[in-house]
């Protein structure tokens, strides 16, 4: 650290400022003078006379609200009672000081007062908070989600719900599928994005009035016109430098494709002597802090390196001052002179103004007591460390554990751009105005083109995780039954696990001693039943109306036992080429030319009735030996017939009859008839 003597300037004399105790009245005009300096209180735009300001302090700091202590002595009567000073809290406050020709207005709101002293009629010291409206919003408590916001549209409706108006220099570019805000205040919300985005805040003050600015370059911080410079209106300089790292890289979750790493990285660089102060080696990683669901993951990473890699070569150096310059202001650049290699255009991230005194004994006379003087302290970025990032102080909030939530958008594409197959869930601690964030759900088996996936219906409770603790990045763990969504398991059924779907699917596993069954059931009746009770092992399908069994290949069934095929109506075995029935050395062969081969070693025809065998052309019944017998009758007839033997032909029979219309031949080696 290098560090200057210290300077004072000399002050001049002045007169003690009177301690008005006008009665209970408000008046227009400056209430508090001493030679240069002149302090004036407005409270709802006149100026409070009924008590002698001993003491000020404002306290001003870029990306905080700035924070003004003003402390007064009065008679503890009239209008400055408990009562009344309670009555100061939420109005308007302004407090103009002026020195030497410059002049500072503060404006903002009472948000807190105290009283200490003597009794009735004896002087006492009330004190006034006051602070900027945007600290309000530090009274909040909430949870709820932007859905493709950009964080700067996200942060200019939070301040709307407020009826606060803000300039807004700086933009994101960064579409997020969701912005959540869980369990902590709008202001926290805010700072924490801002910080995310390396935005920073100030407010531009006037005599009645104050507005918040964002912005984010070096250019949006407006140039005071001031110039500081030792010996002249510096009482104090001093440097510090720190040692910083030569780079920075941040990893970029993608939910969307959760198995690619974005890595942003950026150098910390800054300027002239301080470039000295990087360490080579010195490389800072962050990982998981970039926000779920954001539109082009890598330029986030690298905006979020960048917003990091500013905020780190800004906290390399430090000019600390003090004067008594009035007009310096939080946000703002001023001339620094005097620290050679680091002077120039400066950026005031802290200055605090200090009148008189805070805590005065009540009971102590004027003369006791002094004119009160003023003075500040500032700290300031010289320019080689500038563009400013602020730090990122404000805490990403950690949801530990599970939290309920209710499903109010079922699997698909929730928003334009995001992974299709997530919900949309409502946590159900959230305002009902704005819950839903959109989530994925975490699956017992996933991978490419494969994974397990039973859609939750809208309504549903569950169970939610979050990535990191972070609320920006929620995930399914698990559905829960309750009172009006009951478990398909209960007391009756103990000893049965269930999948059981909206429409009454359900594949049933029944684990009871000597009952075990596996059963998958459609909602129509339709039934795979696999019993696996012990000596009675079974497999059974129901069909509640049509069976079809459709194989692209080939399909073989064996069967160990008897197979049994019963048709109330037709049973029709059907092949497009051939058809084969066999048994043992038996067989029946259907061939789609239309032959039929029947192949045996017996074959028996037999007919309870009657047989008839018809051909249209030639019919031939052929054997070593042939036998044809009839117990009645017997009649073979035809246009022309044939009946010959290579060996014995016999014709038997208690009648036979030979007959022919045309001629009849008998023909053989020998030819008996007898």
Request: include cysteine; hydrophobic fraction near 40%; charge should be neutral.
């Amino acid at each position: 650290m290098v560090a200057r003597p210290v300077h004072r300037l000399c002050r001049s004399g002045g007169r003690r400022m009177d301690h008005p105790t006008a009665p209970d009245r408000l008046a227009s005009g400056v209430i508090r003078t001493m030679h240069a300096l002149t302090v004036a209180l407005r409270i709802d735009g006149q100026v409070l006379s009924d008590a002698g300001i001993v003491g000020v302090r404002v306290v001003e700091r870029i990306s905080e609200p700035f924070a003004i202590e003003i402390a007064l002595r009065a008679e503890y009567a009239n209008r400055l009672t408990p009562e009344g000073i309670a009555r100061m809290v939420h109005r308007d406050v302004g407090l103009t000081i002026e020195l030497n020709g410059g002049k500072r207005h503060f404006h903002g709101q009472v948000v807190g007062a105290t009283v200490h002293g003597g009794g009735w009629g004896a002087a006492c010291i009330w004190k006034l908070n006051v602070a900027p409206k945007f600290s309000t919003l530090a009274h909040s408590r909430k949870t709820r989600t932007f859905l493709n916001h950009k964080i700067t549209d996200a942060v200019k409706k939070v301040l709307l719900d407020w009826s606060l108006n803000c300039t807004m220099n700086a933009s994101s570019s960064i579409v997020h599928a969701h912005i959540t805000q869980y369990e902590e205040s709008d202001l926290a919300f805010v700072s924490r994005l801002l910080e995310q985005e390396g935005f920073s805040y100030w407010f531009d003050v006037t005599q009645s009035s104050h507005k918040l600015v964002i912005g984010s370059a070096t250019n949006h911080f407006p140039d005071a016109g001031v110039s500081l410079e030792l010996d002249v209106n510096l009482s104090r300089l001093q440097l510090e430098v720190l040692a910083i790292p030569s780079s920075v890289s941040v990893y970029a979750y993608d939910e969307e494709r959760g198995k690619e790493t974005n890595l942003g990285t950026k150098p910390v660089a800054p300027a002239g002597l301080l470039k000295s102060l990087t360490h080579a080696n010195g490389k800072l990683a962050f990982a998981d802090r970039v926000d779920a669901g954001a539109t082009r993951p890598q330029d986030h990473a690298d905006g979020l390196a960048k917003a990091a890699s500013n905020q780190l070569a800004s906290s390399s150096a430090r000019l600390r001052g003090a004067s008594d310059l009035v007009v310096l202001e939080a946000g703002r650049r001023v001339d620094i002179k005097g620290m050679p290699g680091f002077d120039g255009k400066c950026l005031l991230i802290e200055v605090i103004h200090q009148v008189g005194e805070l805590d005065p004994d009540p009971l102590a006379e004027d003369k006791d007591v002094g004119p009160p003087a003023y003075s500040n302290t500032f700290i300031a970025v010289p320019p080689d460390a500038l563009p400013w990032a602020p730090e990122r102080r404000t805490p990403v909030p950690r949801i530990a554990g599970l939290v309920p939530a209710k499903v109010t958008g079922t699997a698909g594409q929730q928003t334009e751009g995001y992974l299709d197959g997530s919900y949309k869930v409502k946590l159900l601690a959230a305002d009902d105005s704005a819950g839903e964030r959109i989530a994925r759900m975490a699956q017992p088996y996933a991978g490419p083109a494969q994974g397990i996936h039973f859609p939750l219906p809208v309504d549903t409770e569950v169970l939610i995780g979050h990535l990191h603790g972070n609320p920006d990045r929620p995930i399914i763990a698990g559905a829960l039954p309750n009172q009006s969504d009951p478990s398909p398991v209960a007391e009756a059924n103990k000893t049965q696990c269930i999948i059981r779907t909206a429409c009454g699917h359900h594949i049933l596993f029944e684990d009871k001693s000597g009952e075990e069954q596996v059963e998958l059931k459609g909602k129509s009746g339709n039934l795979l039943t696999l019993s696996e009770k012990s000596g009675s092992e079974k497999l059974s399908l129901v069909a509640t109306k049509d069976h079809e069994v459709k194989a692209e290949g080939k399909s073989d069934t064996t069967i160990t036992g008897k197979i049994t095929i019963t048709g109330k109506d037709e049973i029709a075995v059907e092949a497009t080429n051939k058809l084969v029935l066999k048994c043992g050395s038996a067989s029946i062969t259907m061939e789609s030319s239309g032959k039929i081969t029947i192949d045996g070693m017996e074959i028996a025809i037999t007919g309870s009735a009657t047989v008839k065998l018809e051909a249209k052309a030639g019919f031939e019944a052929k054997g070593a030996t042939m036998k044809l017998e009839s117990q009645a009758s017997f009649d073979a007839k035809g246009a022309m017939m044939s009946l010959e033997s290579q060996g014995p032909l016999n014709a038997k029979g208690a009648l036979v009859n030979l007959e022919a219309s045309g001629p009849l031949a008998v023909k053989g080696a020998i030819v008996k008839l007898n």
